[in-house]
């Protein structure tokens, strides 16, 4: 049987010269599962999550991360069938090495069903005001047959009190068929957050998705040079000969 551990580690930083710095323990892990569990209400409802269908550890998989004060963000896509939530929070200077993932802002934002609440969130990212911008793809069970539930939609969350703020759908003239929404990067302007920008990347129809916040406006960007070079994108592992054809995915603010 293969067994599966996920870790999250963080990069501590100090504002020391780099010689001094490098004699440091730069990187540690904070958290280790074998596999990841959900600070559920009761443990009765745990178990009915269970017999539902509506949990199944061995599907909850993390992919994006965020650090804000004494907690950390940790989203599970729903790629497949059995994940309870989408989004959760856990303490800094947890007292467990495998602690519970803790939904946030809370269960009752996490029915997948209801396009006022969480799909399935990819990444977020928190902007210099304390909000964390949200990215939901909208979409369930990408590893299995993709169903896509409701809009891909940017939701804003006040990190000071836990309430989220803004809720965003994508135009569906900016959602092209087939389209991948994964990332995000926020580009606050100043310390007010006044001019705030999100950047959203499609991967898979080759564009940049803007959104002003000043007007809730959205707008989008296609152009040669989103797309992925054909000779680079052929790869062989094991034996096995397959094409990565992602275009935008990684993205960072100069």
Known sequence: MLLR???????????????????????ETLYRWKQIDFAFPTPQHRQ???????FNQINVIPLGIERWQGRVFVSTPRW?????ATLSSLPVASQEESPLLAPYPSWDWHNADNCTGFTSI?????????????????QVEA??????????????????????VG????????V??????????VDSRDA????????????????????????????????YSFYPEPLLSNYTLHGLNYQWSDSLFGMSLG
């Not at 009915?48 to 509506?54: D, T």
């Not at 590893?143 to 989220?164: G, H, W």
């Not at 990347?201 to 809730?216: K, N, P």
């Open 122 to 138: 990819y990444r977020m990212s928190i902007d210099d005001c304390g909000v964390m911008w949200v990215l939901d793809s909208g």
């Open 176 to 185: 092209l068929q087939n389209s991948l929404i994964t990332n995000l990067v």
């Open 5 to 27: 551990v996920v870790c999250i580690a963080v990069f501590l930083a100090t504002s020391d010269s780099f010689s001094s710095f490098s004699q440091r323990k730069a990187i």
């Open 192 to 223: 007010q957050c006044r001019d705030l920008h999100v950047y959203i990347a499609d991967a898979w129809r080759f564009g940049l998705i803007v959104f002003r916040d000043s007007d809730t406006s959205f707008w989008r960007f296609n152009h």
């Open 143 to 164: 590893f299995e047959t993709a169903r896509q539930l409701c809009p891909p939609t940017l939701f804003a969350i006040s990190l000071a009190t836990d309430t989220v």
């Open 48 to 54: 009915l999550a269970i017999r539902n269908g509506e």
């Open 80 to 84: 497949k069938k059995g994940v309870p």
């Open 167 to 174: 809720r965003f759908p994508i135009p569906s003239e900016y």
